[in-house]
């Protein structure tokens, strides 16, 4: 009987073992299966580092800098395979692996530790998992917990768009953040490089692009939608652009790092930096239009005249430069929210819609993209668009960005009609909205975009077939630039949010879970993005305040929430800042008129996890 509880009492404890060590890593994103034992990998000095001959030159120079900065370790680094009973690290290419393109499997064992995959993008990929599990601070010698780790993309395009128009961020951001957002295996950065406020690429045959377009009347300290339009004799100062050596050196840098950089120059609306640059891609001469650069807000006069064949001509010529800068096999032309009212006036754009029988502006909207369309593939490239591009004739061969809810159904409609859609619905996944209560944030939409919301999206509608999912090529998340004026804003709104788009786009639904996701936040990965030097939001942590006003009684019913779970509520209703020694909230409660509440969250060590809360009943 003794024997029988001591087996128990062992079986017992050996699941518990388990269960810390599953507990003390915090992958993001989420792997497909992982499982631990109880042995470990000790990672020092004296370990090698094998990579496939192939890959030598891009994968060990990567691997260097990533064990020196994290783990402070000069390591040996070699093609050739490690010697019998030589402690190892090895990353290897294996057609037979049963994973996908991307996958990888992750073995560390007591004596080696060892990445298997398909290609280069599995290898990186399996790496970045590899490091969740390096301690933050450097303890000299690491130990690693033994594992094996099976993990597959859910999706093959995990994007993430940079709005640099509205607001120009330099070279150094963009490989910043590169290099951040392929840490959680995101592969895909959508480069939106001009709009109305900004021309942001130089293109040699037309300088002006640059000289002109790419800066601006400064009207900095004014809000967005209230900034009064730029005079012709006002000094432009504000602004910047990419050089193509610049362009250059972010795309080598990015395929290194298993990103592919996807250009956006866009067309025939959002150009009002392109008409300021070349006035005569306009409709036609107009005496009181504007041909500045937009300095923020509503730019009217902003579409390139779709009539004028030299409106196709010039965009030829900027086509051919941007397909030979970017290797990508995309190139993406805009097509969004472009105002046709000046179309309806202009005799070419008439002329044209009478010549080809075109019903309506959207059927010439389709005629303008078609003929970009033909430009583009004769560059062997394939085209991308925002979903306007289906209005009218729609836009076949070209893929499709789907950003429109409501009234529209891009998301359905564009798979079921054959098109490749890339899911970047408005409602989860423009990060430009802010993430807290609005009062409590910074200046942006005022619509509510919270963590949870984004980490809770769906990016398959349940109404499409097993063929139309196929179309479904994956998901983006988008930051438009018209409020992150700076970069530490910027990072603001990107980041936890893009770790949760990273995590939609990378992980299956069944292995999702809120709670765990909010907690390897917390306990890893912010401590990493500190390391890292980037400015996130904690706004997770806020507690959202509301009331309803009885006034029959003369008295209100207060309602506090929070999106995360596992933390407690605190209040007061006398003004001072909350404590654990404060009001519990244990749901909604009543209080009187005028009556200050301050609340906020606290883990169970008593620690303020986010900014109080404060509003006053009225």
């Not at 398909?118 to 000299?140: A, I, V």
């Not at 409709?283 to 006069?301: I, R, T």
């Not at 005629?367 to 729609?394: C, P, R």
């Not at 009885?550 to 309602?559: M, P, R, S, T």
Request: with cysteine; glycine share 6%; aromatic share 12%.
């Amino acid at each position: 009987m003794s024997k029988y509880f001591t087996y128990i009492l062992f079986f017992l404890i050996l699941g518990f073992n388990h269960q810390v060590v599953a507990q003390a890593y915090h992958f993001v994103p989420q792997p497909e299966s992982v499982s631990f034992s109880e042995e470990v990998f000790i990672l020092d000095k004296n370990t090698k580092v094998v990579v496939p001959k192939k890959f030598r030159g891009v994968l060990i120079p990567y691997l260097a800098e990533k064990f020196h900065d994290d783990l402070g370790l000069n390591l040996t680094y070699s093609y050739r395979n490690p010697e019998k009973g030589e402690k190892h690290i090895q990353f290897k290419l294996d057609k037979r692996v049963s994973v996908k393109d991307e996958g990888y499997l992750l073995e560390v064992q007591p004596a080696s530790i060892v990445v298997t995959a398909k290609d280069y993008g599995g290898l990186f990929n399996g790496f970045q998992t590899l490091r969740q599990t390096f301690p933050l601070e450097n303890p000299g010698t690491v130990k690693l917990p033994a594992m094996t780790v099976k993990d597959n993309p859910r999706f093959a395009w995990r994007g993430i768009m940079l709005d640099v128009s509205r607001h120009f961020q330099p070279k150094e951001f963009i490989l910043k953040h590169i290099d951040v957002l392929s840490s959680y295996k995101v592969n895909k950065f959508h480069w939106h490089l001009t709009d109305d406020q900004g021309w942001r690429i130089e293109i040699k045959k037309y300088p002006n692009l640059t000289e002109k377009g790419a800066w601006r009347a400064d009207r900095t300290g004014v809000s967005w939608w209230q900034r009064e339009k730029a005079t012709a004799e006002e000094p432009k100062t504000v602004g910047g652009f990419y050089t193509q050596e610049d362009i250059k050196e972010v795309i080598a840098y990015a395929k290194v790092r298993n990103v592919e950089v996807i250009p956006e120059i866009d067309v025939p609306g959002h150009s009002k930096a392109l008409v300021a640059s070349y006035p005569h891609l306009f409709c036609y001469d107009e005496p009181d239009a504007n041909f500045e650069v937009a300095v923020g807000g509503k730019a009217p006069d902003n579409a390139v005249c779709a009539g004028k064949d030299s409106t196709y001509e010039f965009l030829e010529g900027v086509i051919e430069e941007v397909a030979a800068l970017f290797p990508s096999k995309y190139l993406h032309i805009g097509g969004d929210e472009c105002n046709k009212s000046n179309w309806k006036k202009c005799p070419y754009c008439q002329g044209v819609k009478s010549e080809n029988n075109l019903k309506d502006e959207e059927e010439l909207q389709s005629y303008f993209i078609q003929k970009v369309h033909k430009i583009v593939k004769a560059q062997n490239k394939t085209m991308i668009g925002w979903d306007e591009i289906l209005s009218g004739q729609g836009a076949p061969g070209a893929t499709i960005m789907a950003w429109r809810r409501g009234d529209h159904n891009p998301q359905i409609t564009a798979p079921q009609d054959g098109y490749p859609t890339i899911m970047t619905s408005y409602k989860y996944m423009y990060l430009s909205q802010v993430q807290g209560p609005t009062f409590m944030e910074p200046e942006g939409p005022k619509v509510v975009l919270p963590l949870s919301k984004v980490y809770g999206h769906e990016p398959i509608p349940e109404q499409l077939t097993p063929e139309e999912v196929n179309r479904v090529l994956g998901n983006e998340a988008c930051l438009w630039g018209e409020f992150t004026p700076t970069q530490e804003h910027c990072e603001y709104m990107l980041y936890p949010r893009a770790l949760a788009s990273a995590e939609v786009s990378w992980s299956q639904p069944n292995v999702k879970d809120w709670k765990r996701f909010q907690t390897a936040l917390e306990e890893w990965h912010f401590k990493r993005l500190d390391q890292e030097e980037v400015n996130y939001a904690n706004s997770m942590f806020t507690v959202y305040a509301s009331y309803a006003l009885d006034q029959l009684k003369g008295e209100a019913h207060v309602y506090l929430n929070t999106e995360t779970v596992g933390y407690d509520i605190f209040y007061t209703t006398g003004g001072e800042d909350p404590t654990v020694s404060s009001i519990k909230y244990e749901g909604n409660f009543i209080a009187a008129p005028k009556t200050p509440i301050k609340a906020g969250l606290f883990n169970k060590e008593g620690k303020l996890l986010g900014k109080i809360t404060v509003i006053r009943l009225k």
